[in-house]
């Protein structure tokens, strides 16, 4: 098949993906050269009766948990469409900051409803991309042509929507998925159209092997990087070092060359790890100077480049300096010591406290392989195969995965036992959750909020409590 490209957005219930969930799924299908490829994808996706949202997000929205009700389809036949038509073969999957949000709701999704959960963005040929990252490389190191958005302080900002309207693109509403889709493919076109080269070289990095060719320990050698991380100062774009192995599977440490390295090469690991891991509060003290490394993993679409990219005019601009850079650069160098001090500072990172609830414990293992024939025959399996269907899973979250993928989406498939073992789950959620619910309803009905949507997600509670026994 010709590789294509799919542009999608999310809007959903919350910003955690392990307990959100995705309430509306668009996208559109183009070729290589951005023109469309069939119809756009615009669906909603119900909202179990376990879930209840976070009120500040369905305002942003505008979504309630009844319109997803009302017109969305269950969350496995969502699974089904995102399988069997987004993602196929040799797709490139592109949103905007997907690498980090959308993504892992995807991830979760699929691994909540018995699909492997990564090789929808890997296997036969298919891959993603992130265009947030190649705006703000673009903003930084080729600017020209495009119409960039400041915010009311005149400070730069990459908002997609501010970039639609600065640059006269499509975006009826944002924060509506499918309008979202539209004004990211014309960002995209926008880019392409005016910066080519560094379109087509971007393009080209989102894969990790091309990104290692650059950026490796066995020939380490500086580059430009741009991130989120870094200071807007210089558009959030620095020259960066490799110096070590992150704790981090398969990340590396490089380290920000505007900076001095030797002023820590005396410094223990607890000295590092305090000034890495900071508190709020003490990053928010005028004398604080963070710690300038930070972790680079080729797999999410970094935005890097050669030195050869910084002209003298984006030199000074972003104020690189090249006899600075080489001489901490060889600083480093000269202290291979530096780079084990650095990775036993991250290696003290406080690990996530482990979760006891199974869907959130992705990343707690990746599977037997066994068990992936049983998987296939549960998002396979009509309800009433489903009834009498208990495998005899290897991976033990399985089988406890399977009792709430029936009751959120084929409740009549449920036994005795596990009815009530769901609908004590269930209680102790909501139960949980209720107070800070309640009160956050109460305190957004004495603003300028949407009584609507209140009033809907006051209804939303009352309609999913479980009956006091």
Same mark, same amino acid.
């Given at each position: 098949m010709p590789q294509t490209f799919f542009f999608y957005?999310?809007?959903?219930?919350?910003?955690?993906?392990?307990?959100?969930?995705?309430?509306?799924?668009?996208?559109?299908?183009?070729?290589?050269?951005?023109?469309?490829v069939g119809d756009p994808v615009n669906v909603m996706v119900r909202?179990? /009766?376990?879930?209840?949202?976070?009120?500040?997000? *369905?305002? #942003? +929205?505008?979504?309630?948990?009844?319109?997803?009700?009302?017109?969305?389809?269950?969350?496995?036949e969502f699974c089904k469409l995102l399988s069997d038509v987004i993602c196929c073969d040799d797709t490139i999957t592109v949103g905007f900051n997907s690498v980090r949000f959308d993504d892992e709701f995807v991830r979760h999704t699929l691994w909540r409803n018995f699909y492997d959960p990564y090789e929808w963005c890997w296997s036969n040929g298919r891959s993603r991309w992130d265009m947030l990252d190649v705006v703000r490389?673009?903003?930084?190191?080729?600017?020209?042509?495009i119409k960039w958005p400041v915010d009311a302080e005149g400070k730069a900002v990459n908002k997609l929507e501010l970039l639609s309207q600065e640059n006269g693109?499509?975006?009826?509403?944002?924060? /509506?998925?499918?309008?979202?889709?539209?004004?990211? *493919?014309? #960002? +995209?076109?926008?880019?392409?159209?005016?910066?080519?080269?560094?379109?087509?070289?971007?393009l080209k990095m989102?894969?990790?092997?091309?990104?290692?060719?650059?950026?490796?320990?066995?020939?380490?050698?500086p580059f430009v990087y741009t991130s989120g991380r870094y200071d807007p100062k210089y558009d959030k774009t620095v020259v960066a070092y490799p110096v070590g192995l992150s704790p981090k599977p398969g990340s590396l440490l490089v380290w920000d060359l505007r900076y001095d390295p030797s002023q820590y090469f005396n410094a223990t690991p607890q000295a590092l790890a305090g000034i890495i891991f900071a508190d709020r509060k003490t990053r928010q003290r005028d004398d604080f100077q963070a710690l300038p490394v930070k972790e680079?993993?080729?797999n999410k679409c970094p935005a890097v480049a050669p030195l050869g990219v910084l002209d003298d005019s984006t030199q000074a601009r972003l104020q690189i300096d090249f006899?600075?850079?080489k001489k901490h650069a060889a600083l480093i160098d000269q202290h291979p010591e530096f780079s084990g001090v650095l990775k036993t500072a991250f290696e003290m990172r406080e690990p996530y406290a482990p979760s006891s609830d199974v869907e959130s414990?992705?990343?707690?293992?990746?599977?037997?392989?066994?068990?992936?024939?049983?998987?296939?025959?549960v998002r396979n399996a009509s309800p009433e195969d489903l009834k009498d269907f208990h495998p005899d899973f290897i991976d033990k979250r399985l089988a406890e995965l399977l009792v709430r993928y029936k009751a959120r989406s084929y409740p009549q498939t449920l036994s005795d036992d596990e009815r009530q073992k769901w609908e004590q789950y269930r209680a102790q959620k909501l139960q949980s959750a209720l107070p800070k619910y309640l009160q956050t309803l109460q305190k957004m009905s004495q603003g300028s909020f949407d009584s609507f949507i209140l009033e809907e997600l006051q209804l939303w509670a009352e309609s999913i409590l479980p009956e006091p026994s």
């Open positions: 957005d999310l809007e959903t219930s919350g910003l955690n993906p392990r307990e959100a969930r995705i309430m509306q799924f668009a996208g559109q299908r183009t070729d290589m050269d951005l023109n469309p909202l179990s /009766d376990d879930i209840l949202p976070e009120p500040g997000a *369905i305002m #942003v +929205t505008g979504i309630t948990p009844q319109q997803t009700m009302a017109d969305g389809m269950s969350e496995p490389m673009v903003r930084a190191l080729r600017p020209e042509g693109l499509v975006h009826t509403k944002a924060h /509506d998925a499918l309008s979202d889709v539209e004004a990211l *493919i014309g #960002v +995209t076109k926008l880019i392409k159209e005016k910066q080519p080269k560094m379109y087509d070289y971007l989102r894969d990790k092997r091309e990104v290692l060719k650059l950026v490796n320990l066995e020939n380490p050698t680079l993993s080729p006899g600075i850079v414990q992705l990343y707690d293992g990746f599977g037997d392989k066994k068990d992936v024939p049983r998987m296939q025959v």
